[in-house]
DNA sequence: TCACATTTAATTGTTCGCAATTGAATCCCG
DNA sequence: CGGGATTCAATTGCGAACAATTAAATGTGA
């Protein structure tokens, strides 16, 4: 491709990645509100549901965030009585992050949020998942070439 | 899908897209430093160089963000005489942006990031095309769903 | 024409996201 | 065992991103 072509907005990936991102971030918005959470603090408590009482670290991996972002995510989760954190006796440089009565409870609340985004997505499941797939692997070999 | 599939982290495509946009960002960092510009500075050119001399309403639909994102944004772009801005003769409501020689000079240097980029996606061109053509349709049923 | 609505950027305040640094705890190796 | 390297979370500083508001300019209809 020229690198005229090349420049152009249109033909940029990575615009299309990031303006979609916003996109959904911006649907997600009138949802979560309802739950009294951020779209951040929201795949965090999705990450939560699924294994709780993990060190900082341990989410961060998951979610690609480091301490700088998350540290001052988590506070205000906690302040939100969703969460504790506890540093662990076992290995005091750890912080480890456990789901609150309240914070479990959210999941209830939570579950009709994946049906309204399908719904606004307009598109089936199936075509979803592949492109999610795609997408995926996309994320992992950027993130290959970040590690060298 | 049962709720408890559908709140998992790995099948939320919202993640994929949402994770995907930072490891391009992070990928794009050290490309864009030697050009001195942030990843959404490198848009906000992108877009000046297809058509420059447009108020900030119509940067802004192009990159899908308002005067509260652009405003400070183009501040930077100015500081560092890359563009200049200047209130419109005819509606005294718009601000002009348009490219400094600095400006127009830039896109030289900027050339070679795409292929950087398509390297490290490590994907051929005609593939990250279709993906893009699909995220973009996803994107705009989004936007329309926002738009009702 | 004139009051009122709309458009446009700018501003304010809150929350991410990350690089760089700090300080404390732990690990590892001689 | 001891000292330097490593790990982990927190902190600082900067640049997005957006909601809500503001102020000025323009448009519109009676």
Redesign the pocket.
């Known amino acids: 491709m020229a690198a005229d072509q090349a420049l152009r907005l249109d033909n940029q990936i990575c615009f299309a990645v ?1 303006s979609t991102a ?1 996109a959904f ?2 649907v997600y ?1 009138p949802l979560l509100d309802r739950l009294g959470l ?4 929201y ?1 965090v408590m999705l990450a939560l549901w699924e294994r709780d009482d993990v ?4 989410l ?1 991996e998951r979610l ?13 989760l906690e302040a939100a009585d969703l969460i504790k ?1 506890t ?2 006796t ?7 992050i456990a789901l609150t009565a309240q914070g479990h409870a959210l999941r209830d609340k939570a579950k009709s949020v994946p049906q309204s985004i399908l719904a606004a997505s307009d598109c089936s499941v199936r075509e979803l998942m592949a492109m999610k797939n795609e997408i995926v692997a996309l994320r992992d070999r950027l993130n290959a070439v970040l590690g060298e």
């Open positions: 990031y916003h971030n911006r918005k951020t779209y951040p603090q795949l060190p900082v670290k341990d961060g690609f965030l480091d301490s700088g972002t998350l540290t001052p995510l988590l506070k205000r954190r540093r662990s076992a290995d005091e440089r750890q912080v480890l």
